[in-house]
């Protein structure tokens, strides 16, 4: 996914629980639908950063090859801007964009 082109919000924003609740008739129904998505999104952003910054990584760690790589903090600092994990599933959400489905609680 491509989290540039998202258009979440980088602050917080105050949003209307009524309408959150809409789509499920429960707020704790939708709360767990974007936590759970926000918990993948996050962890792919992750994954993406930790791919980046291995190709810096040293095979030794002595103190004096430890050097600041202006590449390395460049795409640290562009991950920092983009905006977090909950307010990118929180959009996603509102917009329609998660698919979601509910275990049935009747077993036959």
Same mark, same amino acid.
């Given at each position: 996914?491509?989290?540039?082109?998202?258009?979440?919000?980088?602050?917080?924003?105050?949003?209307?629980?009524?309408?959150?609740?809409?789509?499920?008739?429960?707020? %704790? =129904?939708?709360?767990?639908?974007? &936590?759970?998505? #926000?918990? @993948?999104?996050?962890?792919?952003? *992750?994954?993406?950063?930790?791919?980046?910054?291995?190709?810096?990584?040293?095979?030794?760690?002595?103190?004096?090859?430890?050097?600041?790589?202006?590449?390395?903090?460049?795409?640290?600092?562009? %991950? =920092?801007?983009?905006?977090?994990? &909950?307010?990118? #599933?929180? @959009?996603?959400?509102?917009?329609? *964009?998660?698919?979601?489905?509910?275990?049935?609680?009747?077993?036959?």
């Amino acid at each position: 996914m491509d989290y540039k082109k998202s258009s979440a919000p980088q602050s917080t924003v105050t949003r209307d629980v009524r309408k959150l609740e809409s789509q499920t008739g429960n707020i %704790y =129904e939708t709360i767990c639908i974007i &936590s759970r998505r #926000a918990n @993948q999104i996050s962890s792919e952003m *992750k994954e993406e950063l930790d791919s980046k910054l291995e190709e810096f990584a040293t095979k030794t760690d002595t103190l004096e090859e430890v050097y600041e790589n202006v590449e390395q903090i460049e795409i640290s600092r562009m %991950y =920092e801007r983009f905006p977090k994990p &909950s307010s990118i #599933a929180v @959009q996603e959400y509102v917009d329609g *964009k998660i698919y979601y489905r509910l275990a049935d609680d009747k077993k036959e």
